[in-house]
């Protein structure tokens, strides 16, 4: 099984980028579509966006379209996500997950690994 660890996160200011990155061990990440998940303070983990097995598609949530954006490095075994135009509101707990290969995508159901969780916090 693979596991999953994230860095990159910590205090931008409003209109920001940050660059997560999500390294894998255990497994290549080409046998996973990989994930992207936010968990506000006192809110529910809620989904951002996903890149498929193959790396040729990738899925955003409204909110964060066009400012999000995932790629990954299958020679560094490594996922990214690319944050630009931060809001406060995007101010969370990030985490990488991934869904085996075959998983329905961009299905949020089949994410079976995660990642601990890196913190990015977004300053008015």
């Given at each position: ?47 951002a ?44 707990v ?31």
């Open positions: 099984q693979v596991q999953l660890v994230e860095s990159g996160g910590g205090l931008v200011q409003a209109g920001g980028s940050l660059r997560l990155s999500c390294a894998a061990s255990g497994r290549s990440v080409i046998d996973y579509s990989m994930g992207w998940f936010l968990q506000a303070p006192g809110k529910s983990r809620d989904f966006g996903s890149i498929s097995w193959g790396g040729d598609s990738t899925y955003y949530v409204a909110d964060v379209k066009g400012r999000f954006a995932i790629s990954r490095d299958n020679a560094k075994n490594t996922v990214y996500l690319q944050m630009n135009s931060l809001k406060p509101e995007d101010t969370a990030y985490y990488c997950a991934a869904a085996p290969y075959g998983s329905p995508w961009p299905s949020t159901g089949s994410f079976d690994y995660w990642g601990q969780g890196t913190q990015v916090t977004v300053s008015s």
